[in-house]
């Protein structure tokens, strides 16, 4: 980091608001220093339809894939753990959408195996997955279903003793390049989850769409998909059970994420801000322009306390404080959205030139309010809770 982008982002990037303690703060010098050594191949990564075999070879090198499994299948800590996964993901995000995706999904797609998974399946993909030899995604969404899951379309029936899977699910990360899907189905009056190889005959992968700011995502398409019965995740039934439980550990992390890119960007407007003079004034000292990167780094500081707080919260029991984390990916994904928007202004035309950092960061921040519960739906979800049991 340099001088110019000031002790002041940097030092409030130490956690100081939260204590870490050193298992934390190690794994968190430990994802910076590794995010900043793929700064060479980040522009290329993030604008990439597919992995890029690059960023998962050096990923896999690293190590840090491992906190997304349990130890008892080669990963770092006993169980996956929301703090230190969102640590990961603040430090990635701030240099790379495609790297924070990467790790993020490898958490996000297997969680399910780790919590419901017959001792086979385990075994299979978890220690694989932790060392990015499987890449794993989690296929909920449909063509005519988003935030409205219920009402999904992808069949699951028994026959012969196997499970068979038809349907569409769309917009899935990871998609093409993923060795499994774990596939939310209708099975009669209830939902389950399926684990499905990429390879089982029947799964096929369109790439019908590309966002603004390009992720790896594509259609599976589900034809008289048959696998064993012990492909299944969780009881019949138990779909939404381990759907939730995904969510509850992970969702804090999308916080993490929306935390370290603004950060981020705020430290290119700084970068910018301190470096240019208009009206014969330093641009950080004119006008507006010092009141909106002060409010951007109160914002990221209000974002952070409560992303760390929530995560540590999520660590120790994820369903009791899933509040917490749905609060936290609300607060900190909308403030992304406002510091990055504030940080092109105070670039100006420079902020708005394609191929720079602050315009990557613009576009990658979009997302962020959609997926993993959009913020409407979280509120919506969020407000029933708080009036749960008052008489009115
Ligand atoms: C980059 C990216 C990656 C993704 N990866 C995956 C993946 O790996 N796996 C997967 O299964 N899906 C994935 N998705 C899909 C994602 O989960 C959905 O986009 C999300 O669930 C929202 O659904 P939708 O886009 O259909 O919007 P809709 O559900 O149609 O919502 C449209 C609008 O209506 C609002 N709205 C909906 N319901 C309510 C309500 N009850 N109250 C108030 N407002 C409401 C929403 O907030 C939104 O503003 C991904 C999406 C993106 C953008």
Redesign the pocket.
């Known amino acids: 980091m340099s001088e110019v982008e000031g002790a002041a982002v940097a030092d409030a990037e130490d956690g100081r608001l939260f204590e870490l303690s050193e298992k934390y703060l190690a794994l968190q010098r430990e994802a910076r220093e590794f995010a900043a050594s793929v700064r060479d191949i980040a522009e290329r990564a993030d604008e990439a339809g597919d992995i890029d075999p690059e960023m998962r070879k050096r990923l896999a090198a690293s190590g840090i894939g491992s906190i997304m499994v349990p130890a008892e299948f080669g990963g770092r800590y006993e169980r996956v753990d929301s703090l230190a996964v969102t640590l990961a993901r603040e430090a990635f995000a701030a240099e790379s959408a495609h790297l924070d995706s990467l790790l993020g ?1 490898q958490g ?1 797609g297997s969680y399910a195996i780790s919590a419901g998974g017959g001792e086979a399946i385990r075994d299979e993909w978890l220690p694989a997955v932790g060392r990015l030899e499987a890449i794993a ?5 449909e063509p005519d ?4 899951l219920k009402a999904l379309s992808t069949t699951l029936v028994r026959r012969g003793g196997d499970l068979v899977l038809n349907g569409r ?1 769309s ?4 998609a093409g390049d993923a060795d499994f899907y774990c596939v939310l189905a209708r099975e009669g009056e209830s939902y389950s989850l399926v684990l499905v190889p990429a390879t089982a005959s029947g799964v096929s992968v369109a790439k019908p769409h590309q ?1 603004i700011a390009p ?1 790896v ?1 594509g259609d599976v398409v589900l034809d008289e998909v048959r696998v064993p019965e012990n492909h299944r995740l969780g009881a019949p039934g138990e779909g939404f059970t381990l759907v939730l439980s995904t969510l509850a550990t992970f969702r804090v992390s999308v916080a993490g994420a929306a935390v370290g890119l603004a950060t981020a960007a705020l430290e290119e407007a700084v970068r910018h801000a301190a470096g240019r003079e208009q009206f014969g004034v330093n641009l950080a000292r004119l006008g507006s322009v010092p009141g909106s990167l002060a409010t951007s780094w109160t914002e990221i500081e209000m974002a952070r306390a409560l992303t760390y707080r929530a995560a540590e919260a999520a660590a120790r029991d994820p369903l009791a404080n899933l509040h917490l984390s749905s609060m936290a990916k609300v607060g900190a994904t909308e403030i992304a959205g406002r510091v990055v928007d504030r940080s092109v202004q105070t670039m100006g035309r420079f902020g708005l030139v394609q191929g720079s950092k602050i315009e990557r960061l613009y576009r990658e921040a979009r ?1 962020m309010r ?8 979280i509120l ?1 979800s969020l407000a029933k809770q708080l009036v749960k049991g008052v008489a009115w």
């Open positions: 999904m996000i995604a989690l296929a909920l969404t279903v988003g935030s409205d699910k917009f899935i990360t990871n966002i992720h995502l997302p959609i997926y993993e519960g959009s913020t409407e739906v919506d």
